[in-house]
């Protein structure tokens, strides 16, 4: 293993303590229960917007912290659920008397420990309500799995819902936004190397070589298939192809591409996924109306991309441009 | 003879120990079908709970249980946390107040514990979960209560139907948790929970064994 740790144990505490120094005016991070909240919270009338999970995806969600984005994000240990007393004391901590949107992505450790900390929450007063996100199309939805996992989907509805929240709507207008954005929105991923969690101190899965995994999941879980590598554009068609094909997209609709890179591959690379996925968007007839590339959600040094197709309606338009200021996403403010 | 407050401590601290033990076993069996991280997480959880014990000891089994319950919940994280934490809660709240447990007891604080485990994770039998070694276990005290047996075979008995659920798990297909994503390719491994929920029965009946 070559990482720039310390010790594997203090790898979250410690970029914790980065993140505090490094965004104060942004935000602040509270310590035991975990939690990263914005530096102007709570806000007064105001939804307060919650995601967490395992740490090792940043900046997701703790570098989505700031106006117009998340109020407050628990950091789990590296691809662990954070516990529900972080979430319960992060509700608290941003509830401005409006209520809390959970934003949870399907794992289930991760909806566990939610679904306890709202519980808790409400028997404390708060109006709480969660959105669960599915947008992994390389995972077979049906009862007999625990469903498709929560993806790039999660990034784009908890800037949706930020902006959502920051014009004061209510709770259920704001779930309702993250609600949408679940069922308009598709991904899928795929991975050229695996990633080493600090404490397990080895590759979580071996990929020879000349091999890559399709529809790999964001903690290294197993694709839909292992294959020899092919070219960018190859790649791009066989990622393209199941997203385009799970939801019934319709010539003339307008889509947000994000292209997602996975924590190893460059910027330049993802860019050129995205030639291509722009390509075979608009030979569908789609309009590309928005765009987002770069490593927003990414799993350790994993090398790999994950494409996200977000259909758009104009309120979800006028929220994807509203003012956002946190540190990885940042504009108009 | 009923087990006692102490025997209670006992216990706890053995399955403590226990899972320090075997946290590379339950984490072996983890990276077969899972994420690799049960063995890590129920240690640092139990690691908590006996920091905790010695100022808890001397309560009743309900506040024992209970105090055992948020810990788990606070620390291990992953679907574990509140599995186990919603087992030990569920157990506090049937033996509020208790000193000491008559099998009735034991066995009405384990059915909570498995009601509870199962609303929270909506696992049903044949999942591959840990559902797959509570629910026989709970059901052997049963009928050991109904057969008027003493403790000592009882708490054998629901070992040995744990054991036998757990191995029960080896041939299924995984339909809750990380394993279902694995789909056909999780038969043929054994359901950590499913061990570890083993283990901690098996913990109790010896640890009892001896005092009762």
């Not at chain 1, 941003?94 to 939610?114: C, E, P």
């Not at chain 1, 075979?280 to 590309?288: C, D, E, F, S």
Request: glycine letters at 10%.
């Amino acid at each position: 293993m070559k990482k720039l740790i310390n010790k594997p144990e203090n790898v979250v505490r410690e970029a914790l303590e980065a993140i505090a120094i490094a965004h104060a005016d942004l935000l602040t991070v509270h310590f035991d229960p975990n939690f990263i909240m914005r530096a102007d919270g709570p806000i007064k009338g105001k939804v307060g917007v919650i995601s967490g999970g395992g740490s090792g995806h940043e900046p997701m969600h703790g570098g989505f912290v700031g106006m117009g984005m998340l109020d407050a994000a628990c950091p789990g240990a590296v691809f662990t659920s954070p516990t529900p007393d972080q979430m319960l004391e992060a509700t608290k901590a941003v509830n401005g008397g409006a209520g809390v949107l959970h934003i949870v992505k399907n794992y289930t450790g991760d909806i566990m420990n939610f679904e306890m900390a709202a519980e808790l929450a409400r028997a404390e007063g708060i109006d709480v309500e969660a959105v669960v996100t599915d947008d992994d199309v390389a995972v077979k939805d049906s009862l007999y799995t625990a469903g498709r996992r929560g993806v790039g989907v999660t990034v784009l509805a908890e800037k949706l819902c930020g902006a959502a929240a920051e014009q004061k709507r209510s709770l259920k207008e704001v779930a309702d936004i993250c609600r949408k954005a679940k069922g308009f929105g598709r991904s899928m991923g795929m991975a050229l190397t695996s990633c080493t969690v600090p404490h397990a101190g080895k590759p979580t899965f071996d990929l020879p070589e000349d091999q890559m995994e399709i529809g790999i999941g964001i903690h290294g879980e197993p694709g839909r298939i292992r294959m020899p590598l092919k070219s960018a554009d190859e790649i791009t068609e066989m990622l393209m192809e199941p997203i385009i094909s799970d939801i019934p997209y319709k010539p003339g609709d307008e889509v947000l591409m994000f292209v997602n890179g996975l924590g190893g591959t460059p910027p330049i690379e993802l860019y050129i996924i995205y030639r291509k996925a722009h390509e075979i968007a608009t030979k569908h007839g789609l309009k590309v109306v928005r765009s987002l590339v770069g490593p927003y959600m990414t799993s350790l040094e994993m090398a790999g991309t994950s494409i996200t197709l977000l259909k758009m309606d104009a309120d979800m338009l006028k929220l994807w441009d509203a003012p956002v200021k946190t540190p990885a996403l940042r504009w108009g403010a | 003879m009923p087990v006692y407050r102490d025997d209670v401590v006992a216990w706890i601290k053995a399955v403590g120990e226990m899972i320090a033990e075997n946290s590379s076993y339950l984490t072996e069996l983890d990276s077969a079908i899972g994420d690799a991280d049960h063995g890590a997480n129920m240690e640092r959880g139990f690691k908590a709970v006996l920091n905790k014990l010695p100022e808890i000891s001397d309560k009743d089994i309900g506040t024992i249980f209970k105090t055992v319950g948020m810990t788990l919940l606070s620390t291990v994280g992953g679907a574990g946390g509140p599995l186990y934490g919603t087992w030990f809660l569920q157990a506090g709240m049937k033996t509020a107040g208790k000193m000491e447990l008559t099998l009735a007891d034991w066995t009405e604080a384990l059915e909570a514990s498995l009601s509870g485990v199962v609303m929270r994770g909506k696992a049903e039998l044949g999942d591959k979960t840990m559902v797959d070694a509570l629910t026989p276990a709970v059901n052997a005290l049963k009928q050991a209560i109904q057969e008027n047996q003493p403790i000592n075979a009882a708490l054998e008995l629901s070992a040995d139907s744990a054991k036998k659920g757990m191995e029960g798990t080896i041939p299924l297909v995984a339909r809750k948790g990380r394993a279902s994503y694995l789909g056909e390719r999780s038969a043929g491994h054994q359901d950590p929970g499913a061990t570890s929920t083993y283990l901690m029965l098996k913990v109790a009946a010896e640890t009892w064994k001896k005092s009762i």
